[in-house]
Nanobody, 127 residues
Framework: QVQLVESGGGLVQAGGSLRLSCAASAPTFSTYTMGWFRQAPGAEREFVAAISWSGGSIYYGDSVKGRFTISRDNAKDTVYLQMNSLRPEDTAVYYC????????????????????WGQGTQVTVSS
């Protein structure tokens, strides 16, 4: 069982930055692909970013490319999401996710079908 706890959400003005963290409780954290999804009110859950166990492969959703950066520290069992140039449309609950299976389809298909989810952290961007 993997437990994920997000932190770092909050209120920020448009153009600002936030860094989300996700601390994982997993005996083999370094073997999991980690990532982030988000869900805005009234919208479907959306893929944001994912990073492979080694950090060698990274994927971003189209709406955040060039503004968000995902990274991980396997020594600390933590994954990060640096969010720059934030826009009001980035307002959402951000969920940390983990998946131990190979491939990326669980991340990039529909609403996401990964194995483990965090509880979410609210990010609000004011205009």
């Amino acid at each position: 069982q993997v437990q994920l706890v997000e932190s770092g959400g909050g209120l920020v003005q448009a153009g600002g930055s936030l860094r989300l963290s996700c601390a994982a409780s997993a005996p083999t954290f370094s073997t999991y692909t980690m990532g982030w999804f988000r869900q805005a009110p009234g919208a479907e859950r959306e893929f944001v970013a994912a990073i492979s166990w080694s950090g060698g492969s990274i994927y971003y959703g189209d709406s955040v490319k060039g503004r968000f950066t995902i990274s991980r520290d396997n020594a600390k069992d933590t994954v990060y999401l640096q969010m720059n140039s934030l826009r009001p449309e980035d307002t959402a609950v951000y969920y940390c996710a983990a998946d131990g299976r190979k491939g990326w389809s669980a991340w990039t298909t529909g609403r996401g079908y990964v194995e483990y989810w965090g509880q979410g952290t609210q990010v609000t961007v004011s205009s």
